[in-house]
């Protein structure tokens, strides 16, 4: 790296969105340099590693270490205890998220893009009218990295959004707060993660346990902030397991982190800057699943980066995002709004809906925005709240 | 003044997500608190998910 080098796009942040952005955009000729605050790329892991096929193949082809487990359906918890099983065939994976992370930003390297890993970017480099690269600290020294474009993947850095002079302000009831143990010696049922709902259990949220093979499972639970009353996201998730498993199990990791289930802000191009990932809130905000949304953001932003560079306006990132996820963020953002509200009693008579419609059959496909049609369709009051709160569902 | 316990802090930097002043940053391992933006509303104390945030002096003598 030489002092006067102007690079195309500067990425903020090596996980799966930043390291996407950076792949698309070196690949499509872009001279790309990705800085990663973290010593170790994927370290430490804040995600319960889930994702679906179409949602990490549309971005790349994953390589088997990148698998820990396939995904062949799913079990669903009501709070009754009633357990839903839907099966569904290569629905998905349970990752080895340290290690595709690590892969995706190794990618990107291949395809020309520079690494400055132990970089944390600090502040924009901002002439008036457009940011022309990034100011960070590299190893405890200051630098500044000029570009004509700034990918900021850089999750839950909010100071840098601040800087851009955007309000990343999130309102407490739409951050969910978790708590996940790798655990060995809870039974799984491999190829069938299990989700657990209920206002008890996991107030605004639900719990999860994520088969990840050899015996091992990502335990997990997600609790809205406002709902914690006084407890911490690790006390819900103590409880759980004391209340759903009487084997003996060992903790051999603990993880944690804080989603954004706002939905995703209104624009994610600024100026020449992008917003990739849970930085531009893009992450579902339904199951809080953010890897598949930051690989197709990402894979949108390097793109656009690489067509903006011929003449084209950067606008096609947000563009093409809004049209290939808009109106499904959207639905799946009022969905959880409706859940939320939802008493145990009514969240029981929602499983049994969807156990009707679903239980015990195999799908090739399902389509969330019809699936949450259908089963509040079948619900009076969720029929209510949903048809004031959702007028896209039933456009 | 919050002060950060590092024995149980994951640097999952989830605290910088829940700041509504913005005033967490992290340039390595663990997050720091800017005290001339912090306003000790305690949102990071009680939304960290293992409690590594806390009021100087609460909790201190527990366990």
Redesign the interface.
Known sequence: MSANKIYDLVVIGGGPGGGSCAYYAAKNGAKVCLVE?R?ILGV?L?CAEGISKSGLESCFQPRPNWIATNVSGAHLHAPSGIKITIHHPDAGYILERKIMERDIVGLSALAGAEIMT?T?A?DFIYNGKTFEGIIA?HRNKRIELCAKYVALAC?????LL?KLGLN???P?DD?I???EYVVGGIPVDEGYPEFFLGNEIAPGGYAWVFPKGNGLANVGIGVG?ER?N?K???DFLNKFIHEHYRTRYEIIE?????V?VCGPLKHLVHKNVMLIG?AGRVCDPFSGGGIANALLSGKLAGEAVAKALSGEDLKIYENNFFALKGRELEVHRIARKILITLSDKELNELGAIVDELYGGKTFSAIDSIEFLKEIFLKHPRILLLARKLIPALFK | MIILDKELCTGCSGCMMLCPQFAIYQIDEYPMIDKSTCTLCGVCVSGCPVGALKFLGDGMNKE
């Open positions: 605050r010593k430490p804040s132990q944390t600090i600290v999750g839950t850095d909010n100071r601040n990343p302000y999130i407490p951050m707060v978790s708590a902030f914690l006084g911490l996201a690790v603990r993880i944690t982190g804080v954004p849970d």
